[in-house]
């Protein structure tokens, strides 16, 4: 399998200088969990899911999540993102990250989604932002494989 | 690749049933729900030959979201800005006893100067990416009378192909940007361009000279469901469907275009009839079917010798 007949055809993607309560907006309208950042090409230079604004805004979130002082720590973080809503995305987006071509395959991805502990691949074509493929995107094309194999072994 | 954009998409919704009763119940035999606006549909028609393209423009809502998956369904990349206010929804009543259809159209959703400045920044990006852009449909309340001609001039700063299919005041301005190709949307302007009516070949072939001397290299001027001219700098050509019945004639616009923007995609350049004759043919491979778009390229193959054309000079 083709990544190119795997993942998500959508492009939706940010400039560097977009604000963060932006981002956040385009995440929630668009029912997505990240974005990728990109130059005035269409070339990917970042990405910034809703984790790692959490994670920017609130460090140890994951470590007091089940603790008594969350009510606290979620004030804070109200807070904070209140605060932070018109600093550019390009301060908080992770850089040098991985992408992958739009002709490799399955395996490769799944390879590169687990090694890096990810969950959004951008998928490129010549530098240029074609899609997203994720671990759902992954496991939805194994299933269809084999329900299609499956079809063609009873006919 | 190619990228279409659509203003003011929609999502029509068309019912069918044998009989619309006023103050009663009225049961519904068969609903569908299909992504419209033209740039959309030529999207759909570049698809069924296996080519890239990129829908871009607004969406919002529900209805938004649906008609971004609908896209991706059929393989077409969406970039979309999206609105707060709902996309447009259309719905087509058909009364089967008496073949009526009625249209209810949606007034659709207003655009802000953010969303305009927005969608002007992915526009710009993507046409880094882009090889042809199709500009198409109506433009929503809100945004400047000249809109395609700033996006014009942003995919020719990036040395991108421009084709306009527009009406009025839209098309009008966006001629002073020069796009390769303009087509007028003559069923959206009562069949007037430049305020003169086009009702016949001759009157076809004024306008169809008049945008060519305002320096577009290719004008396309369908003034028959069945008839079309095109006219070049110093050729001029009539394009006719014959023997063969036209069932649906919309979406026929915008096939034709895909026919053009897939041939001027091409590297090696046909004889400027060869355009002519398989832009037409994807019009007539539309046109031949209940639905909006042809699905296939062997529908548009099995058109071919159902269309003539002749060089009028």
Not at chain 1, 51 to 67: A, M, R, T, V
Not at chain 2, 221 to 242: H, N, P, V
């Amino acid at each position: 399998m083709k990544i190119k007949d795997i993942m998500l055809k959508n492009t939706t993607s940010v400039l560097p200088d977009c604000h963060l309560g932006e981002v956040i907006d385009i995440m929630a309208i668009q029912r997505i969990n990240g974005i990728p950042i990109v130059d005035e090409e269409q070339k990917v230079i970042g990405f910034i899911s809703q984790h790692d604004i959490i994670k920017e805004l609130l460090p140890n979130y994951l470590g007091i999540i089940n603790s008594n002082s969350f009510i606290t720590e979620f004030i804070q973080l109200s807070k904070k993102m209140k605060e932070y809503a018109d600093y550019k995305v390009e301060g908080f987006m992770k850089k040098n990250i991985i992408t992958i071509n739009e002709d490799d395959n399955e395996v490769m991805a799944a390879d590169l989604l687990i090694r890096n502990k990810i969950h959004h691949l951008p998928v490129v074509r010549n530098g240029y932002l074609v899609g997203i493929v994720t671990m759902r995107d992954l496991l939805k094309a194994m299933i269809e494989e084999e329900e299609n194999d499956k079809q063609e072994e009873t006919q | 690749m190619i990228t279409t954009v659509t203003l003011n998409p929609a999502l029509d919704i068309t019912m069918e049933l044998n009989q619309l009763i006023s103050n009663q119940y009225n049961s519904v035999k068969k609903v569908s729900r299909i992504p419209g606006g033209k740039g959309i549909n030529i999207s759909k028609a570049i698809t069924a030959f296996g080519l890239d393209t990129m829908s871009l423009g607004f969406l919002g809502g529900h209805a938004g979201h649906f008609i971004a998956e609908q896209l991706r369904e059929v393989g077409i990349t969406t970039n979309f800005w999206h609105i707060e206010e709902e996309t447009r929804t259309n719905v087509i009543i058909i009364e089967q006893k008496q073949k009526i259809h009625t249209l209810l159209s949606d007034p659709g959703p207003r655009i802000s100067q953010r969303d305009l400045d927005r969608f002007m920044s992915i526009f710009s990006r993507v046409m880094a990416q882009s090889r042809i852009v199709a500009l198409s449909g109506s433009v929503p309340k809100d945004v400047p009378d000249d809109i395609y001609y700033q996006l014009i001039e942003l995919a020719h700063q990036k040395n991108v192909q421009t084709i306009l299919d527009a009406s009025g005041i839209h098309f009008e301005k966006a001629l002073e940007a020069k796009p390769l190709l303009a087509k007028p949307d003559l069923r959206a302007s009562g069949n007037r361009v430049f305020n003169k009516p086009v009702d016949s070949q001759e009157t076809a072939i004024k306008i169809a000279h008049e945008i060519v001397n305002r320096g577009i290299q290719i004008a396309i001027i369908s003034y028959q469901d069945t008839k079309d001219i095109i006219a070049t700098s110093d050729e001029i050509w009539l394009a006719e469907t014959i023997n063969q019945q036209v069932v649906n004639i919309i979406g026929t616009a915008e096939a034709i275009i895909a026919g053009f923007a897939i041939k001027l995609m091409e590297e090696k350049k046909e004889d400027m009839s060869d355009i002519i004759k398989f832009a037409m043919a994807c019009g007539l491979a539309s046109a031949s079917t209940d639905e909006e778009e042809f699905h296939t390229k062997d529908d548009v193959i099995r058109c071919l010798p159902y269309i003539k054309v002749t060089k009028l000079n």
